[in-house]
Protein backbone atom coordinates (compact mmCIF):
# COMPACT_ATOMS: atom_id res chain seq x y z
CA UNK A 1 0.00 0.00 0.00
CA UNK A 2 1.94 2.95 -1.34
CA UNK A 3 1.44 6.60 -0.14
CA UNK A 4 -0.84 7.14 -3.46
CA UNK A 5 -3.52 4.43 -1.91
CA UNK A 6 -3.88 6.48 1.56
CA UNK A 7 -4.55 10.22 -0.19
CA UNK A 8 -7.80 11.00 -0.88
CA UNK A 9 -9.14 11.31 -4.34
CA UNK A 10 -8.71 14.34 -5.84
CA UNK A 11 -5.32 14.84 -4.78
CA UNK A 12 -2.22 14.97 -6.70
CA UNK A 13 1.20 14.88 -5.47
CA UNK A 14 4.23 16.55 -7.42
CA UNK A 15 7.42 18.06 -7.13
CA UNK A 16 7.35 21.77 -6.91
CA UNK A 17 9.86 21.96 -10.03
CA UNK A 18 6.84 20.57 -11.94
CA UNK A 19 4.34 22.49 -10.86
CA UNK A 20 6.29 25.53 -11.20
CA UNK A 21 7.22 24.81 -15.18
CA UNK A 22 3.34 23.85 -15.79
CA UNK A 23 2.45 27.23 -14.25
CA UNK A 24 5.21 29.39 -16.86
CA UNK A 25 3.77 27.23 -19.45
CA UNK A 26 -0.10 27.88 -18.94
CA UNK A 27 0.12 31.57 -18.32
CA UNK A 28 2.57 34.54 -19.50
CA UNK A 29 2.35 37.56 -17.80
CA UNK A 30 3.29 40.37 -20.55
CA UNK A 31 4.92 43.62 -19.82
CA UNK A 32 3.18 46.83 -22.05
CA UNK A 33 5.55 48.67 -23.54
CA UNK A 34 3.20 50.49 -26.18
CA UNK A 35 5.83 53.35 -27.66
CA UNK A 36 3.35 54.27 -30.81
CA UNK A 37 0.35 52.79 -32.78
CA UNK A 38 0.70 49.57 -32.39
CA UNK A 39 0.02 49.69 -28.49
CA UNK A 40 -3.16 50.51 -29.08
CA UNK A 41 -3.55 46.92 -30.82
CA UNK A 42 -1.88 45.54 -28.45
CA UNK A 43 -4.19 47.06 -25.45
CA UNK A 44 -7.23 45.73 -28.01
CA UNK A 45 -6.22 42.23 -27.28
CA UNK A 46 -7.07 42.28 -23.47
CA UNK A 47 -10.85 43.41 -24.28
CA UNK A 48 -13.55 40.94 -24.60
CA UNK A 49 -13.41 40.83 -28.48
CA UNK A 50 -10.31 39.65 -28.60
CA UNK A 51 -9.83 37.66 -25.58
CA UNK A 52 -5.60 36.84 -25.06
CA UNK A 53 -7.25 35.18 -21.83
CA UNK A 54 -8.30 32.40 -23.45
CA UNK A 55 -4.58 32.18 -24.16
CA UNK A 56 -3.55 32.06 -20.22
CA UNK A 57 -2.16 35.96 -20.41
CA UNK A 58 -4.93 38.20 -19.14
CA UNK A 59 -2.95 40.03 -16.13
CA UNK A 60 -1.22 42.87 -17.95
CA UNK A 61 1.80 43.74 -15.74
CA UNK A 62 2.64 47.23 -14.82
CA UNK A 63 5.55 46.15 -12.76
CA UNK A 64 8.39 44.22 -14.70
CA UNK A 65 9.39 42.39 -11.77
CA UNK A 66 5.35 40.64 -12.04
CA UNK A 67 6.17 39.93 -15.80
CA UNK A 68 8.04 37.67 -17.71
CA UNK A 69 6.85 38.51 -21.42
CA UNK A 70 7.52 42.18 -22.61
CA UNK A 71 5.76 43.53 -25.80
CA UNK A 72 7.64 45.81 -27.34
CA UNK A 73 5.40 48.14 -29.89
CA UNK A 74 6.59 50.90 -31.38
CA UNK A 75 9.43 52.88 -32.44
CA UNK A 76 11.97 52.87 -29.96
CA UNK A 77 14.06 56.32 -29.56
CA UNK A 78 17.43 56.63 -28.65
CA UNK A 79 16.00 58.51 -25.25
CA UNK A 80 13.62 55.69 -24.75
CA UNK A 81 16.29 52.68 -25.67
CA UNK A 82 17.87 52.94 -21.84
CA UNK A 83 14.48 52.63 -20.47
CA UNK A 84 13.96 49.59 -22.08
CA UNK A 85 17.21 48.49 -21.10
CA UNK A 86 16.16 49.31 -17.75
CA UNK A 87 13.13 47.32 -17.92
CA UNK A 88 14.15 44.01 -19.32
CA UNK A 89 16.65 44.01 -16.71
CA UNK A 90 14.07 43.97 -14.09
CA UNK A 91 12.40 41.37 -15.06
CA UNK A 92 13.42 37.64 -13.66
CA UNK A 93 14.15 34.93 -15.46
CA UNK A 94 12.85 33.15 -17.45
CA UNK A 95 11.94 36.31 -19.65
CA UNK A 96 11.18 36.23 -23.27
CA UNK A 97 10.72 39.92 -25.71
CA UNK A 98 8.25 40.15 -28.48
CA UNK A 99 9.08 42.66 -31.38
CA UNK A 100 5.32 44.02 -32.59
CA UNK A 101 5.10 45.46 -35.81
CA UNK A 102 7.78 46.96 -37.85
CA UNK A 103 8.92 49.98 -35.59
CA UNK A 104 10.03 47.79 -33.56
CA UNK A 105 11.68 45.19 -35.10
CA UNK A 106 13.44 47.06 -37.77
CA UNK A 107 12.61 50.83 -37.43
CA UNK A 108 10.18 51.24 -40.01
CA UNK A 109 9.64 53.84 -42.17
CA UNK A 110 11.36 56.27 -39.57
CA UNK A 111 15.08 55.88 -40.44
CA UNK A 112 16.68 58.77 -39.40
CA UNK A 113 18.83 59.78 -36.36
CA UNK A 114 16.48 59.71 -33.35
CA UNK A 115 14.76 56.06 -34.01
CA UNK A 116 16.85 52.92 -33.28
CA UNK A 117 16.44 50.69 -36.20
CA UNK A 118 15.45 47.64 -34.44
CA UNK A 119 14.88 46.68 -30.63
CA UNK A 120 17.19 43.94 -31.00
CA UNK A 121 19.72 46.45 -31.10
CA UNK A 122 19.38 47.01 -27.35
CA UNK A 123 17.69 43.96 -25.81
CA UNK A 124 17.78 40.43 -27.57
CA UNK A 125 14.04 39.35 -28.97
CA UNK A 126 12.86 36.33 -29.31
CA UNK A 127 9.62 36.47 -31.68
CA UNK A 128 9.38 39.07 -34.25
CA UNK A 129 5.92 39.97 -35.62
CA UNK A 130 6.27 41.85 -39.17
CA UNK A 131 3.98 44.26 -40.33
CA UNK A 132 1.54 47.59 -39.03
CA UNK A 133 -1.52 46.26 -37.39
CA UNK A 134 -4.34 48.27 -38.80
Known sequence: MGLEQKLPEGILTTNLEKLVN????NSTWPLLFGLACCA???IATGTARHDIARY???LFRASPRQ????IVSGRVSNKMAP???RLYDQML???WV???GICASAGGPFNNY???QGVDKVIPVDVYVPGCPP
Not at 22 to 25: E, H, T, V
Not at 67 to 70: G, T, Y
Open 93 to 95: EPK
Open 114 to 116: AII
Open 40 to 42: IEM
Open 98 to 100: IAM
Open 67 to 70: ADLM
Open 83 to 85: VVK
Open 22 to 25: WGRQ
Open 56 to 58: GSE
